[in-house]
């Protein structure tokens, strides 16, 4: 079977890590593997190697949010971040979707694991000019649909560039985000917008890199 990724901090959320993709794996039918904390520069290539479903990581008050998306910004695979005692139940998933093509990769995430947990879904709209947010929205309900899957959408007051932080608001377990594609000066002084979400997010968030083969990154 597939491995789920925990890595292995020495902090007081690496029992919920643990309790979180044991979960997981038990529901969706993956494997369970600890990655030694020390070896975060050579994560991506032992989940390539390993074709590694995806990654678990613990966080505490004390825990550095900023290296570990360092870290993860090379991953293919989706990471969920845990707080400490935080129970992951996935019965309500929280899903904004931005203007940007990339957010379709999201789909078929909250797909999986609405269908392996039964999962209600709320897509969350942004607040946007343009088309582009809509016509993300449509494909990622197509696949939704196929899969026999509903789910509902709320329209957002925040634009793009704020809709995820404001999807938290939702009464959902789970939220599903896109990471950065690039840091700008206001990431670098005052960080991206995911690490502001992982720090307020009372609920398990797991993020989706951006996938620069698969989109050109000019919209």
Same mark, same amino acid.
């Given at each position: ?16 890590? $643990?309790?979180?993709? @044991? ?16 070896? *975060?520069?050579?994560? /991506? ?8 479903? *995806? ?5 505490? &008050? $004390?825990? /550095? ?10 991953? +293919? ?10 129970? !992951? ?11 940007? *093509? ?9 797909? @999986? ?6 999962? +209600?879904?709320?897509? !969350?709209?942004?607040? #946007? ?8 929205? /449509? ?10 899957? $509903? !789910? ?6 925040? #634009? ?12 959902? #377990? ?12 206001? /990431? ?10 992982? &720090? ?20």
């Amino acid at each position: 079977m597939r491995p789920i990724a925990v890595i292995s901090i020495q902090n007081e959320a690496l029992s919920t890590a $643990r309790e979180t993709a @044991s979960h997981i794996a038990e529901t969706m039918q993956f494997s369970v593997a600890e990655f030694d904390f020390e070896r *975060m520069a050579e994560l /991506d290539v032992w989940i390539e190697e390993n074709d590694a479903a *995806m990654v678990v990581i613990g966080i505490d &008050k $004390r825990t /550095d949010i900023q290296y570990l998306l360092n870290m993860t910004r090379k991953l +293919r695979v989706p990471y969920i971040f845990v707080r400490q005692g935080q129970k !992951f139940t996935c019965r309500h998933i929280a899903l904004p979707v931005t203007r940007f *093509m990339e957010d379709r990769e999201k789909g078929p995430y909250c797909g @999986s694991f609405a269908r392996y947990f039964n999962s +209600r879904i709320t897509v !969350f709209k942004p607040n #946007d000019y343009g088309s582009a947010a809509q016509r993300n929205i /449509d494909s990622i309900g197509n696949l939704l649909e196929t899969q026999n899957l $509903r !789910f509902d959408v709320v329209q957002g007051r925040k #634009d793009s560039s704020a809709v995820e932080l404001e999807s938290l608001a939702l009464d959902c #377990d789970f939220c599903i985000i896109g990471a950065s594609r690039d840091y700008g000066l206001d /990431d670098i002084f005052f960080g991206p917008k995911e690490r502001k979400i992982i &720090k307020l997010a009372k609920v398990p968030v797991m993020v989706v890199n951006p996938r620069g083969d698969l989109y050109p990154l000019c919209d």
